[in-house]
């Protein structure tokens, strides 16, 4: 079976502000989201950090290893604060999914199943939902304040949705040296979608008009820019990045099965994947990249530095308030 992702990506400043410090990443294999906290360049510093170090990291692509790479951008954001004041207390949210072969797919083939799964990874208040017979579902928890209220009874869902608090996280990547990281697997199913943004788009945009969007407009290029201009059209007031994550499964012909437990249509190393960069990512003041024409960049993965080491000096706060 071969399992890939089509995506579909925009990151946009928004309305309001004039930094966009969200950043993204999409490839075949690989989709991730970060949502920058802190002044003066460090929260775009910070979700450029994370998504390019999740890319480097996530090799070989295991479930474990993906969850590894949250913690080394993690440490990578604390190591590259400690260093340069100017980025002291950046921090970003991270939600990621990828494609994960089965630890024994000729196994999992021969019993009916997937060979492959999805792993998803998320700290922070960036979100994953799933669209299923139109209906959106939310996959990932929120790390933030009125979620945790919401889980005590203190607020009811409808009046987090519109707290004034409802900015601050409980969890973000570059707050300690131990991140907690929240992770599952799924089976991949064919025409499912997904969508993987950052709050800048559903504090500004309903669900049920979210589910409109991606029900509605196929393409998914066209679907992540159709809730962007959602979201500005409803005021803008933050970033929006938005992932529409289209997971393609295809069987594999028999005889490609029959001899070779690995599954040559696959490319599963995200390393030589075609990957787009965006948001702060793309920003050619902050990295160097090769700015591709729809202002999205097409990045070598190779010239990417490797995670730095943990700093013992790291900030330590519960939580994070937006800039
Ligand atoms: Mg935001």
Not at 129 to 151: A, F, P
Not at 166 to 191: M, Q, W, Y
Not at 206 to 213: K, M, Q
Not at 268 to 282: C, E, I, K, L
Request: glycine fraction near 8%; charged fraction near 20%; hydrophobic fraction near 45%.
């Amino acid at each position: 079976m071969s399992v890939r992702f089509a995506v579909g990506a925009v990151s946009d400043v928004g309305v309001l502000r004039d930094l966009n410090q969200d950043s993204f990443l999409a490839s075949g294999v690989l989709a991730a989201v970060a949502d920058g906290m802190g002044g003066h360049r460090g929260g775009e510093v910070a979700s450029q950090i994370a998504v390019e170090t999740l890319m480097v990291s996530f090799a070989p692509p295991t479930f474990e290893k993906l969850i590894g790479a949250v913690k080394a951008a993690n440490a990578e954001i604390i190591a590259q604060a400690a260093v340069d004041p100017e980025l002291h207390g950046m921090g970003t949210t991270l939600c990621a999914m990828a494609v994960i072969p089965a630890s024994d797919p000729a196994a999992a083939r021969a019993a009916g199943g997937t060979d492959h799964v999805l792993g998803v990874v998320n700290v922070g208040d960036s979100r994953m939902y799933r669209l299923h017979n139109g209906k959106l579902e939310q996959l990932t928890e929120d790390h933030s304040l009125v979620e945790s209220m919401v889980r005590e009874g203190r607020l009811t869902r409808e009046e987090a949705d519109v707290h004034p608090q409802r900015n601050i996280v409980t969890r973000a990547l570059g707050v300690a040296d131990l991140v907690d990281v929240d992770a599952f697997t799924l089976a991949p199913e064919a025409n499912t979608r997904f969508l993987l943004c950052s709050d800048g788009l559903f504090n500004e945009v309903d669900d049920a008009a979210i589910a409109t969007i991606l029900g509605s407009v196929t393409n998914p290029d066209e679907a992540a820019q159709a809730l962007v201009v959602a979201a500005n059209g409803n005021g803008g007031r933050d970033n929006i990045t938005t992932l529409v994550v289209d997971v393609q499964v295809a069987a594999v012909e028999e005889e490609q099965t029959s001899n070779d437990t690995t599954d040559p249509t696959i490319d599963d190393d995200p390393s030589v994947s075609s990957v787009t960069m965006g948001g702060a990512a793309a920003d050619p003041s902050l990295r160097n990249p090769t700015t591709a024409p729809n202002g999205a960049a097409q990045v070598d993965p190779t010239s990417v530095a490797p995670a730095g080491s943990l700093s013992p000096e790291a900030p330590k706060r519960r939580w994070w308030r937006r800039g």
